[in-house]
């Protein structure tokens, strides 16, 4: 089973909310896998806020979709540990889903162990300069570390775009950075800006955030569960 990492070198590009969002998405609809998250953020916001929903709402253990786990990544030998520990539960729990919040800005040689190891890189990205300058960071990156097979495990993801914002020169700018940006992976339907996005509960998703999200996530579950068993 897959291990997934939202990763972006800029902050505040929705990392944690599309990694929380997306482990609700499986956690409804994909009832045959086991789903964990791991909350390598340097404020552990999913961590806190799934601590904040048990404290609110006690769910019973049923209606707790998926775990959540927060780790101090400030280290290559934590990152060592973090892998092996990460592979060694997909190895006794086969139908394990991993999926790694990253912080922005980590450290190249920590960020570059765990991509090592990782089946999937998720790259929410902005139409703003300096978003493009943090991600081209990530591609080189990846291309040192993957080389070819960049574009195979590279799934960039454009978050948080208003619908029919931007003048016509804008818009096709946009269309030509998709262009360049396929050239090294899969650029995913877009997720719109709505301000129901940013009211997360780790327990399940409403049905704005559902509807905001289908194309996305449908997408990105027929390339790392179908497309590439076939």
Known sequence: MPILILANQ?????????????????????RDLNVLVVDVDFQKSIKRLRDEDIQMYRPREEEIGYEVESFNLDTEEKAKKLIHYTKELCDKRPNTVVI???????????????????????????????VMSSTSILISLMR???????????????NRIARNEGTIKERKERILTNDI???FGTV????????????LCTLKSTKVQIEATKKCFEELDRIIFFENNH
Request: charged share 20%.
């Open 144 to 158: 040192n570390i993957q080389g070819d097979k960049i574009k195979n495990t590279m799934l960039f993801i454009p």
């Open 100 to 130: 790694f919040d990253f912080p922005g800005r980590i450290p190249e040689k920590i960020l570059g162990r765990i991509i090592y190891a990782a089946d999937y890189i998720i790259c929410p990205i902005q139409y703003e300069e300096i």
């Open 181 to 183: 940006l396929s050239k």
């Open 10 to 30: 800029k902050g505040g590009v929705g990392k944690s909310t599309i990694a929380t969002l997306y482990a609700n998405h499986l956690s409804s609809n994909r």
């Open 188 to 199: 995913l339907p877009t997720i719109n800006k709505h301000v129901d996005l940013g009211r």
